[in-house]
Protein backbone atom coordinates (compact mmCIF):
# COMPACT_ATOMS: atom_id res chain seq x y z
CA UNK A 1 0.00 0.00 0.00
CA UNK A 2 1.34 3.36 -0.93
CA UNK A 3 0.31 6.69 0.92
CA UNK A 4 0.77 10.21 0.04
CA UNK A 5 0.13 13.62 2.13
CA UNK A 6 -0.86 16.50 0.16
CA UNK A 7 -1.28 19.59 1.36
CA UNK A 8 -3.92 22.12 0.19
CA UNK A 9 -5.53 25.46 0.80
CA UNK A 10 -8.72 23.59 3.08
CA UNK A 11 -6.50 21.09 4.96
CA UNK A 12 -3.68 18.05 4.50
CA UNK A 13 -5.03 15.26 1.83
CA UNK A 14 -4.56 11.59 2.87
CA UNK A 15 -4.17 9.39 -0.05
CA UNK A 16 -3.52 5.89 -0.40
CA UNK A 17 -3.24 3.41 -3.69
CA UNK A 18 -2.09 -0.07 -4.87
CA UNK A 19 0.15 -0.43 -7.76
CA UNK A 20 -2.59 -0.17 -10.38
CA UNK A 21 -4.96 2.73 -8.40
CA UNK A 22 -6.48 4.84 -5.84
CA UNK A 23 -7.79 2.79 -2.77
CA UNK A 24 -8.43 6.17 -1.25
CA UNK A 25 -8.22 10.23 -0.96
CA UNK A 26 -9.68 11.69 2.01
CA UNK A 27 -9.43 14.85 3.80
CA UNK A 28 -7.92 14.85 7.17
CA UNK A 29 -7.47 17.50 10.26
CA UNK A 30 -3.87 15.91 10.93
CA UNK A 31 -2.23 13.10 9.46
CA UNK A 32 -0.01 10.59 11.21
CA UNK A 33 0.84 8.20 8.82
CA UNK A 34 4.29 7.11 7.19
CA UNK A 35 4.19 8.38 3.44
CA UNK A 36 5.59 5.88 0.62
CA UNK A 37 4.25 7.30 -2.31
CA UNK A 38 4.19 6.12 -5.56
CA UNK A 39 4.08 7.37 -9.55
CA UNK A 40 0.77 7.18 -9.16
CA UNK A 41 -0.10 9.56 -5.81
CA UNK A 42 2.40 11.28 -7.63
CA UNK A 43 0.67 12.23 -10.34
CA UNK A 44 -2.68 12.83 -7.98
CA UNK A 45 -1.08 15.30 -6.32
CA UNK A 46 0.29 17.61 -9.07
CA UNK A 47 -3.73 17.33 -10.49
CA UNK A 48 -4.48 18.22 -7.30
CA UNK A 49 -2.16 21.39 -7.13
CA UNK A 50 -3.64 21.81 -11.06
CA UNK A 51 -7.13 22.10 -9.72
CA UNK A 52 -6.42 24.46 -6.54
CA UNK A 53 -4.63 26.75 -9.00
CA UNK A 54 -7.73 27.24 -11.32
CA UNK A 55 -5.56 25.13 -14.21
CA UNK A 56 -8.28 22.60 -14.77
CA UNK A 57 -8.93 19.27 -13.53
CA UNK A 58 -7.79 15.86 -15.24
CA UNK A 59 -8.76 13.75 -12.30
CA UNK A 60 -11.01 11.38 -14.65
CA UNK A 61 -7.74 9.84 -15.83
CA UNK A 62 -6.76 8.69 -12.71
CA UNK A 63 -7.71 4.98 -12.03
CA UNK A 64 -10.02 3.66 -8.92
CA UNK A 65 -10.13 0.54 -6.90
CA UNK A 66 -13.83 0.11 -6.42
CA UNK A 67 -12.98 -3.20 -4.75
CA UNK A 68 -16.10 -4.38 -2.53
CA UNK A 69 -18.47 -1.56 -3.92
CA UNK A 70 -21.97 -2.14 -5.24
CA UNK A 71 -22.07 -1.93 -9.13
CA UNK A 72 -24.97 1.05 -8.38
CA UNK A 73 -22.59 2.75 -6.66
CA UNK A 74 -19.36 2.58 -8.89
CA UNK A 75 -22.18 3.63 -11.84
CA UNK A 76 -22.84 6.67 -9.97
CA UNK A 77 -19.30 7.65 -9.23
CA UNK A 78 -18.85 7.69 -12.17
CA UNK A 79 -21.18 9.51 -13.23
CA UNK A 80 -20.35 12.06 -10.90
CA UNK A 81 -16.59 12.34 -12.15
CA UNK A 82 -18.06 13.32 -15.66
CA UNK A 83 -19.66 16.43 -14.05
CA UNK A 84 -17.48 19.19 -15.38
CA UNK A 85 -15.57 21.38 -13.32
CA UNK A 86 -17.67 24.63 -12.56
CA UNK A 87 -20.72 22.66 -13.27
CA UNK A 88 -23.66 20.99 -10.42
CA UNK A 89 -26.43 18.23 -11.19
CA UNK A 90 -29.04 17.78 -8.77
CA UNK A 91 -29.47 14.49 -6.35
CA UNK A 92 -32.62 13.84 -8.37
CA UNK A 93 -30.56 14.04 -11.93
CA UNK A 94 -27.97 11.69 -10.89
CA UNK A 95 -30.81 9.20 -9.36
CA UNK A 96 -32.43 9.30 -12.53
CA UNK A 97 -29.10 8.92 -14.44
CA UNK A 98 -28.13 5.98 -12.13
CA UNK A 99 -31.38 3.98 -11.49
CA UNK A 100 -31.18 5.07 -7.63
CA UNK A 101 -33.44 7.22 -5.43
CA UNK A 102 -32.37 10.81 -4.52
CA UNK A 103 -31.70 9.75 -0.99
CA UNK A 104 -29.53 6.51 -2.09
CA UNK A 105 -27.53 9.53 -4.01
CA UNK A 106 -27.20 11.20 -1.15
CA UNK A 107 -25.91 8.44 0.68
CA UNK A 108 -23.65 7.42 -1.35
CA UNK A 109 -21.90 10.29 -1.96
CA UNK A 110 -21.54 10.84 1.86
CA UNK A 111 -19.52 7.67 1.67
CA UNK A 112 -17.40 8.70 -1.04
CA UNK A 113 -14.09 7.03 -0.53
CA UNK A 114 -12.50 9.69 -3.10
CA UNK A 115 -12.55 13.14 -1.96
CA UNK A 116 -12.26 15.71 -5.13
CA UNK A 117 -11.55 12.51 -7.26
CA UNK A 118 -14.94 11.56 -7.39
CA UNK A 119 -16.91 15.72 -6.84
CA UNK A 120 -19.39 15.10 -4.91
CA UNK A 121 -19.28 18.60 -4.47
CA UNK A 122 -20.81 18.98 -7.74
CA UNK A 123 -24.00 17.41 -6.40
CA UNK A 124 -26.93 19.50 -4.69
CA UNK A 125 -30.65 19.87 -4.46
CA UNK A 126 -32.41 20.93 -7.07
CA UNK A 127 -33.99 23.87 -5.78
CA UNK A 128 -30.42 25.62 -5.22
CA UNK A 129 -29.68 24.06 -1.44
CA UNK A 130 -26.10 22.66 -1.18
CA UNK A 131 -27.15 19.32 1.06
CA UNK A 132 -25.15 17.66 3.18
CA UNK A 133 -21.57 16.87 2.79
CA UNK A 134 -20.82 14.63 5.94
CA UNK A 135 -21.48 17.73 7.91
CA UNK A 136 -19.31 20.29 6.20
CA UNK A 137 -21.51 22.27 3.92
CA UNK A 138 -18.93 25.08 4.28
CA UNK A 139 -16.51 23.11 2.47
CA UNK A 140 -19.11 22.26 -0.08
CA UNK A 141 -19.56 26.04 -0.95
CA UNK A 142 -16.34 27.00 -0.56
CA UNK A 143 -14.82 24.07 -3.74
CA UNK A 144 -17.87 24.95 -5.80
CA UNK A 145 -16.90 28.46 -5.61
CA UNK A 146 -13.57 27.74 -6.27
CA UNK A 147 -14.74 25.99 -9.26
CA UNK A 148 -17.02 28.62 -10.22
CA UNK A 149 -20.57 27.44 -9.62
CA UNK A 150 -21.32 30.21 -7.31
CA UNK A 151 -23.97 28.31 -5.00
CA UNK A 152 -23.56 31.69 -2.90
CA UNK A 153 -25.54 33.12 -5.58
CA UNK A 154 -28.34 30.58 -4.80
CA UNK A 155 -31.91 31.65 -4.57
Known sequence: MYVRVIPTPIGL??????????????????????????PLLEELADQVE?????QGETFLALPLDYS?????R????EA???IPMGETRSYAEMARLTGLTPRAV???????????????QRVIHADGRL????GREDLKDWLLCHE???PHLRP
Do not use: M
Not at 50 to 54: C, E, N, S, T, V
Open 13 to 38: LLARASERALRSVEIRLGVEEKERTS
Open 50 to 54: RYFAR
Open 68 to 72: GLQAS
Open 74 to 77: VALY
Open 80 to 82: VRR
Open 106 to 120: GAALRANPFFLVVPA
Open 131 to 134: GGFA
Open 148 to 150: GAH
